[in-house]
């Protein structure tokens, strides 16, 4: 009897939500993918969730800048072992926390034995940290973006309506098709002046994905093109701060409202079945 009901607590422990990972992607720089990140933390913050976003473009990382932040160290700092992730970490807004990481990212995946343990028991903390962890995974299709994409749960993908920033989308869902599999890609369409634009847009990649790729995505929603999304870049201070009630930002907070859909959990702390189990097991 207490064995099995030792057994059946840690089975319910590891029945515990996890961290959630989802990558924000585009084919071509410059679509809005660290906009649309910064407002997606802060408008899941609005609806409860812990969120971390991990600043992972090699080429432009901007996070902490869309904040109005600096970094001090970055990942790098974490990889050389001279600093914790609770020391590079930033905060922002509503406790959303912030990774810079920078080129630093790249070298993830170099790391020799001693320093990965390192490093995987500092990203391990995070887990108790946050819900949510989305990563501004940076453009195109190099490795680091590909072995991001691949180990997330979800993908957003951000896309405008110009042909060229469709075409790179195609071409990185193209590569994706191989190597993804079944992770869940959501296509967020930014930039448009209507939601019929969006629909044709969206219709437009869907039908390529399905004949040539023979492969699905799903329109999660469509952003405004919104002169108060340049203007709060200009401010440092994101759009869900400085302009709550813009367009754009309601966009933004809808679509926040399907991310919490996916990761619909328990309504509260004690319930659900896992809940019942752990008073169950208490018991014991
Ligand atoms: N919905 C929008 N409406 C108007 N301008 C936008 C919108 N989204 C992004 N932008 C503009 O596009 C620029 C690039 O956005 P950014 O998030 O840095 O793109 P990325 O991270 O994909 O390179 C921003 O500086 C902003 O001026
Ligand atoms: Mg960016």
Not at 41 to 59: K, P, T
Not at 242 to 261: D, F, L, N
Request: net charge neutral.
């Amino acid at each position: 009897m207490h064995d099995q009901a030792s057994e059946l607590r840690v089975l319910a422990s590891k029945e515990r939500r996890k961290i959630r990972v989802i990558a924000v992607t585009s084919g071509k720089g410059g679509v809005g993918k660290t906009n649309f990140t910064v407002n997606l933390a802060l408008a899941l913050a609005e609806y409860g969730h812990r969120v971390i976003i991990l600043d992972g473009d090699l080429g432009l990382a901007n996070v902490d800048i869309a904040f109005g932040l600096t970094a001090r160290y970055t990942i790098e700092h974490l990889l050389s072992g001279e600093k914790t992730i609770e020391q590079i970490l930033l905060t922002g807004p509503r406790g959303i926390s912030i990774i810079p990481g920078g080129s630093g990212v790249q070298e993830l995946a170099n790391l020799d034995r001693d320093k990965l343990t390192n490093v995987i028991a500092n990203l391990g903390r995070l887990e108790k940290m946050a819900d949510l962890l989305i990563i501004d995974t940076g453009a195109g299709l190099g490795n680091t973006v590909t072995n991001f994409l691949r180990a997330a749960d979800d993908i957003i993908l951000v896309t405008t309506p110009e042909p060229t920033s469709l075409t790179d989308a195609y071409g990185l869902l193209k590569t994706l098709n191989k190597e993804a599999g079944e992770i869940p890609i959501h296509v967020v369409i930014n930039r448009v002046p209507t939601e019929a634009d969006a629909r044709a847009t969206f219709e437009r990649l869907e039908i390529a994905v399905r004949k040539f790729l023979h492969g699905s995505i799903n329109l999660m929603g469509w952003v405004y093109d919104d002169p108060l999304m340049g203007r709060s870049v200009m401010q440092q201070e994101p759009l869900g701060i400085s302009y709550p009630e813009s367009p754009a930002y309601r966009c933004i907070q809808w679509i926040a409202g399907t991310v919490t859909g996916i990761y619909l959990s328990a309504p509260r702390q004690g319930g659900g079945v896992r809940g019942f189990l752990s008073k169950l097991l208490r018991s014991f």
